[in-house]
């Protein structure tokens, strides 16, 4: 099994799952990334690189029955300590939640995972939409984790 990273740049990267390894680990990159879970694997899907906000990465083959999760560090969003992640199941929450001091919503509508760096300030501030998991799948609250 290949776990894959695609860049926009046309270069692509890919490394093999380790041997009999149950699990992979996909990295996005300052670039715009398409992280692919690989089959019967659990992936994680790790953002510990500067997020673009202009064009987002995606990921793809996102499976809670294989227990994947996506894995966010704080730090590179500017955040001293472990973040905060809920979901909203729609826009209309997605709104709510952004006048909240959430940093981290998933919008179940979309499939988007959004970074609200202002706190209860109207908007996203600096930050927004950094993923897409297509598909729209449901997450659970260990499907995340928002690590310092």
């Known amino acids: 099994n290949l776990v894959s ?3 926009t740049s046309g270069n692509s990267a890919s490394s093999p799952a380790s041997g009999g390894s149950k699990s992979s680990t996909q990295s996005a990159s300052a670039a715009v990334d398409t992280l692919t879970g690989t089959a019967k694997k659990a992936d994680t899907f790790d953002f510990s690189s500067s997020p673009n906000y202009n064009s987002t990465d995606r990921i793809t083959n996102f499976s809670t029955k294989e227990k994947d999760k996506v894995q966010i560090s ?3 969003f500017g955040l001293s300590g472990a973040g905060t992640f809920k979901i909203a199941k729609n826009s209309k929450a997605l709104g709510k939640l952004l006048a909240t001091d959430t940093q981290f919503i998933y ?5 988007g ?6 706190g209860v300030a109207p908007g996203f501030g ?3 939409i950094f993923a897409i998991l297509e598909g729209k799948p449901t997450l659970g609250a260990s499907s995340v984790s928002v690590v310092a």
């Open 126 to 128: 600096s930050g927004g």
């Open 113 to 118: 995972l959004y970074f609200n760096q202002n």
């Open 74 to 76: 704080s730090s590179v």
């Open 5 to 7: 990273v695609e860049k």
């Open 107 to 111: 919008n179940k509508a979309d499939g």
